[in-house]
Nanobody, 135 residues
Framework: QVQLVESGGGLVQPGGSLRLSCAAS????????IGWFRRAPGKEREGVSC????????KYSDSVRGRFTISRDNAKNTVYLQMNSLRPEDTAVYYC????????????????????????????WGQGTQVTVSS
């Protein structure tokens, strides 16, 4: 059973930075994608970024591209989301989640087709970490 634990959220001023971590364990599938999502009050859950199991393929939503960077340390089984130039509209609960595949070809194809844009293909979720951007 996949377990995901997010950390690193908090209160930050506009223009500031935070780094979120997602510690993962219990993978049984041959390949997978890890994504970061967020849900702001009164809004739908939004795909923010995702990364392939090997770390060599990444995707970003238009709203965070150029400000956020996703990375992973496979030795630590941890995925990071470095968030810079934070804005009040980035305020949300941030979740990491996994989508599982049989092969890396399948996962890459899915990423190219936009699997990271919605939560529908992601089956395991962490508990979330609150990010608040406010002066």
């Amino acid at each position: 059973q996949v377990q995901l634990v997010e950390s690193g959220g908090g209160l930050v001023q506009p223009g500031g930075s935070l780094r979120l971590s997602c510690a993962a364990s219990g993978f049984t599938s041959a390949d997978y994608v890890i994504g970061w999502f967020r849900r702001a009050p009164g809004k739908e859950r939004e795909g923010v970024s995702c990364i392939s199991s090997g770390g060599d393929a990444t995707k970003y939503s238009d709203s965070v591209r150029g400000r956020f960077t996703i990375s992973r340390d496979n030795a630590k089984n941890t995925v990071y989301l470095q968030m810079n130039s934070l804005r009040p509209e980035d305020t949300a609960v941030y979740y990491c989640a996994t989508s599982h595949f049989t092969t890396s070809i399948e996962s890459r194809f899915a990423m190219a087709q936009g699997v990271c844009a919605t939560h529908l293909a992601f089956t395991s979720w962490g508990q979330g970490t609150q990010v608040t951007v406010s002066s």
